[in-house]
Structures are given as structure tokens and as C-alpha cells.
Antibody
């Protein structure tokens, strides 16, 4: 059974960089049918996609966050990571990692798909 | 990029049928996926590719997609179905995943 687990600091100060790692177990992050994504949810609000990465390193970012986000992959350790710079209180949220399965409906540089396995999520407050 | 519109809330009596909609321009041209999220828990995929149920999801959950509206239908609603539901698409024009704003299902 595939499992994803987020890890990282439980508190980040304003203007600093939020860093999280997702460890994948029970399957290989290098599988060709899957991408790996980060999604966040501010307290009491809806889901917001942050970005996704393919094992080859190809990345896709939410345009509203793109200038502050970096997602990377470490295939040797079956992990992928998120860095969000210059955080403010508005970045306080539960951050979740998830596996994205491609349906194979591809146009241009990306493919339609869905998030079928999720980590439990980790709440990251931004506060001084 | 696409915008997905969901009603903030839907109420239904136990045993009845709930319909949760997800509106978007020509959404029928995209594959729509649905997630159920109970308080304090991670989202769970309940329908993908418009109408396919993942293994372990009850047959009471079904989906459809036509025109500008995708719909998640829950038959014979139970108290345990109370949750927030989100629709999601991948926009290949802008290379991004888009979630609807979410719908709170209340069983009254």
C-alpha cells in the first residue's frame, strides 16, 4: 500500500522559507505513470494546488505562487520536497503531498489526471 | 485558466439523493475528479475521470459530466457521508491543477 508522509518544521517565521519533504513508501517515485504534488489548505478554507513534479524533474507550478515555489525530487531517497519563500501569515495552512496519476489524456506538455494517494498533511503556522 | 464553481453547501435527508455540482466553461471537455474530505482527515478520491469509482468506494457514489456542469451524485445518503466535497480538473492549457471551492454536505 502506497504511503506518503510529510515532514518539516512545525513553525515558520514571516519572510523566511517554508521547507517540507514528502517521503514515499510502498512504491517507487520513479514510476512513469505518476507525478507528485503539493496541495495546501488554509484553516477553514478550500484546497489549493501548489505544484507538481515528475521523477525526471519536470515541474508545474500554480501561477499565483510560481515566483516563490520550488519543488524538487530525490529519486535515490524516494522523496520530493517543497520550498516556499518569503512566507507571510497568508501562507499558514495544512500542507499535503499527494500522488498524481495521469489518465494519459495529454496535450502539449502535461496530462490530465487526479490525486489518488495523499499524505495526512502537516499544519505549518507562519508566525513570529 | 479554468474556474470551477461549487455551491457552498448542500443539505439532504438521510436515505435521499444528493447532487453536488461543479460548474466551468465547457467542463465536459475535461476529466473531472471528486474528493471527499471529513474533518481533520486528508481528502479521499471518490470519483475520477468523470464517473469512475476507485476501489472501495460505495456504488452509491456516481459522477457525470455534460456541457458546463459536472455532478457528483450520492444515492441513499447516510450520516457518515457528511463531509466537504471538492471537484478538480487539470487544465492542459495552463498546465495546472484546479480545485473547486468545495461544497459542505450536511445530512439533516
Amino acid at each position: 500500500q502506497l504511503q506518503l508522509q510529510e515532514s518539516g518544521p512545525g513553525l515558520v517565521k514571516p519572510s523566511e522559507t517554508l521547507s517540507l519533504t514528502c517521503t514515499v513508501s510502498g512504491g517507487s517515485i520513479s514510476s512513469r505513470s505518476y507525478y507528485w504534488g503539493w496541495i495546501r489548505q488554509p484553516p477553514g478554507k478550500g484546497l489549493e494546488w501548489i505544484g507538481s513534479i515528475y521523477y525526471s524533474g519536470t515541474t508545474y507550478y500554480n501561477p499565483s505562487l510560481k515566483s516563490r515555489v520550488t519543488i524538487s525530487v530525490d529519486t535515490s531517497n524516494n522523496q520530493f520536497s517543497l520550498k516556499l519563500s518569503s512566507v507571510t501569515a497568508a501562507d499558514t495552512a495544512t500542507y499535503s503531498c499527494a500522488r498524481y496519476t495521469s489518465l494519459g489524456y495529454c496535450t502539449g506538455t502535461s496530462c490530465e489526471g487526479y490525486f489518488d494517494y495523499w499524505g495526512q498533511g502537516t499544519l505549518v503556522p507562519v508566525s513570529s | 485558466s479554468s474556474v470551477l464553481t461549487q455551491p457552498p453547501s448542500v443539505s439532504v435527508a438521510p436515505g435521499k439523493t444528493a447532487h453536488i455540482t461543479c460548474g466551468g466553461d465547457n467542463i465536459a471537455d475535461k476529466s473531472v475528479h471528486w474528493y471527499q474530505q471529513k474533518p481533520g482527515q486528508a481528502p479521499v478520491l471518490v470519483v475520477y475521470d468523470d464517473s469512475v469509482r476507485p476501489s472501495g468506494i460505495p456504488e452509491r457514489f456516481s459522477g457525470s459530466n455534460s456541457g458546463n456542469t459536472a455532478t457528483l451524485t450520492i444515492n441513499r445518503v447516510e450520516g457518515g457521508d457528511e463531509a466537504d466535497f471538492y471537484c478538480q480538473v487539470w487544465d492542459t492549457n495552463s498546465d495546472q491543477a484546479i480545485f473547486g471551492g468545495g461544497t459542505k454536505l450536511t445530512v439533516v
